[in-house]
Structure formats: C-alpha cells, structure tokens
C-alpha cells in the first residue's frame, strides 16, 4: 500500500501537468460531442428528459409508499394527465410527449414503484459489491457493472429479462470470491427469483393470445371476445390485451361490460385511446357528461393528439347534448392543430368537422 502511494505521488509530480491538459480535452471532446448528439436527435433528447420530468413529480407525489410493483405505467399516466391540464407548458413539451412503458431511467422507475427508500437500499448494495469487487481486484467485473449503470440512466436495461439476469451474476462475481456464505446467499435469491417467474409465466397464455388475435384482426370479433374471455384470469394485468378484449365489446355494443375493462386497462397502460373508447360507450350509451369528461381527460393526456377533439367535435354536434360554442372551438382545433405526422386519418377528420360547422 505504501508502494501504490509513493508510486502515485511521484507520477503525479512528473504528469500532472499532461493530465490536468489532457482531462481538459477529454471534457471538451465529452462537452462537445454531447452538444452535437443533442442536436443531432434533439426530440429524441427532449422525449426523454420531459418523461423523465413527469417520472419525477410522480416521486415526488409517493416518494415512500410509491406505487407498487409494474404501476409505472399507471403513475406516469396520471401524472402527465395533471401536468397538461393545468395548462402552463410548452410546444415543445406537447411535440414530444408520449405514453411510455418505461421511464428510460432505471433509477426514476425503482423510486416510482418500490420508492426512494427501496432505491437507497438498492444502490447501497450495489455500492457494497463495487467495493468488494475493486478489493479483490477485479476490476473488468467492476467495469461491467458500471457500464450497465450508465446505460441504465437513459434506458430500460432491467426491464429486459436477459440484462437483469447478466447484471445480477455480475454483482454475485464482484463479492463471491471464496466466500460460502456469499455463495449460499447468491443462489439462494436465483432459487427464489426462479420460482417467481416460474409461477406467474405467462409464456402459453401469451401464445394462446397471439392466436386469438387474428380473430381481432380480422374482425370476427365475437369468436376473438370469446377466446379472450378465457384467457381474461392470466392476462388482466397486460394493457394491451385489456384493450383488445374492450374493443371487441365496444364493437359488440355491450358498452358498459366494455367500460369496466377499459377502467382495469387505465391501471396498466398510459393510452390515452382508452379514455377514448371509454368515451365513445358512454356517449353510445347515451350519458353525455360522462363522455365529455373522459375526452377531455384524453386531451389531456396528450394534447398533441387530433383525434379526442375529433371526438369531442360529433360528441357537441349529437342532436340530445348540443353545445354549439364548444363545436366551434373543437372544429378550429381539429382544422388548426398541427398533428405530429401528416396522415390520411388527419384528412379525414378535417373533412369530416367541416361539415359540422
């Protein structure tokens, strides 16, 4: 140890002029490349930093009870919903925004759904596995571990079954060593983390699912209700499939059976196009009110979107709930606003409201 200390501070007596110069460049090199990736894929950036500023206040509102376990979804939809209603954001903001699955950032998704505790306790132990693995000397393991911890910063590594796994055995290579009792403890969490996945492996109910939907696809939507009917029990918890299952009884015109699963879906997807459904079985229903309120929450959600306010235009033109200055007002949005892709449904809808004006 003395050695390594004479050795440092006579390398740094004879270099540290070259490597305080070359420290400069290399920030310069970072600074600027940075600038220019920006730049590069500038709505790429912006995406993620907004998703991680909603991620954020949904902290910030449970940052120690949380959500729970896979309501991600759930928090940042609510969120972003509150967000865009208050109405003080920006073009860009509105441009950018999405309805993502993942927060593009580990460390936002742990405090989101175990909370900031949780994320405390984890990072500590992954403190812990760093410091035994640079004691013992294995620094490429290390280096591994810290690469998956950049990258989780701006990606979803940990949401992807083969990168959690690898991460977890590099964490078991940093402390194991000769240890026994480490050893016994690693295996005993992949014993446990094994059983997990084996219980609730939805591996047949997803193929059983893929088949049905050519059914969907195809139209044949009481055979497709059918076969999702059973496949209800293992898949309440997937939001595309609920939305699938409330489509086919939207188009079967069991409204209210079809608003009840919409309602589930809204726990485990961010869609605004639920709201939408949700809104279309209620103004088919005929409870007005209740359709204008869960378009108008779509709105909100993503007021980038033209298709709510499509909605909102034949929701205030139906003879039973007429409201002629708010068709006014949803016409010019639906003609005005600029929508993200230009599209033959964009036409479409344009050319539809101008004949409810």
Not at 15 to 41: D, E, N, Q
């Given at each position: 140890m003395e050695k390594s200390r004479n050795w440092l501070k006579k390398a740094w007596k004879e270099?540290?002029?070259?490597?305080?110069?070359?420290?400069?460049?290399?920030?310069?090199?970072?600074?600027?490349?940075?600038?220019?990736?920006?730049?590069?894929?500038a709505d790429s950036a912006k995406g993620r930093l907004f998703m991680w500023k909603i991620s954020s206040l949904a902290v910030v509102k449970k940052p120690i009870s949380a959500y729970g376990i896979g309501n991600f979804v759930y928090a940042y939809g609510q969120e972003q919903e509150k967000y865009f209603a208050k109405g003080s954001y920006d073009e860009d903001e509105e441009r950018v925004a999405g309805s993502p699955e993942y927060a593009f950032n580990e460390y936002l998704q742990v405090a989101t759904e175990y909370g900031i505790p949780f994320l405390f306790v984890v990072l500590l132990i992954i403190a812990f596995c760093l410091w035994k693995g640079n004691r013992e000397g294995r620094i490429g393991i290390c280096g591994g571990v810290i690469s998956v911890l950049v990258f989780a910063f701006s990606s979803y590594p940990m949401q992807i079954p083969g990168f959690a796994v690898t991460f977890y055995f590099l964490l078991a290579a940093c402390v194991i060593g000769r240890s026994k009792i480490m050893l016994l403890f690693f295996i005993s969490i992949i014993i446990l983390l094994g059983t997990y996945y084996w219980k609730y492996n939805q591996y047949d109910a997803c193929k059983n699912w893929y088949r049905s939907k050519m059914l969907y696809n195809i139209g044949a939507y009481q055979s497709a209700k059918e076969e999702y009917e059973t496949l209800y029990p293992e898949l309440k918890n997937r939001g595309a499939f609920l939305f699938e299952y409330r489509y086919c009884l939207h188009k079967l015109k069991q409204y209210d059976s079809s608003t009840k699963v919409l309602k589930e879906a809204m726990e485990h997807s961010n869609d605004p196009m639920i709201l939408n459904i949700i809104g279309k079985n209620y103004q088919a229903s005929g409870k007005y009110e209740k359709a204008e309120e869960s378009l108008i929450r779509s709105t909100h959600r993503l007021p980038g979107r033209i298709y709510p306010y499509y909605l909102l235009a034949k929701l205030y033109a139906e003879l039973e709930y007429q409201q002629p200055e708010k068709l006014r007002n949803v016409v010019e949005l639906v003609l005005t606003k600029e929508p993200k892709i230009q599209s033959t449904a964009v036409r479409e809808m344009r050319e539809e409201v101008k004949k409810l004006r």
């Open positions: 270099y540290h002029g070259k490597a305080v110069v070359a420290l400069l460049l290399l920030s310069v090199i970072l600074i600027t490349g940075g600038i220019g990736i920006y730049h590069l894929k």
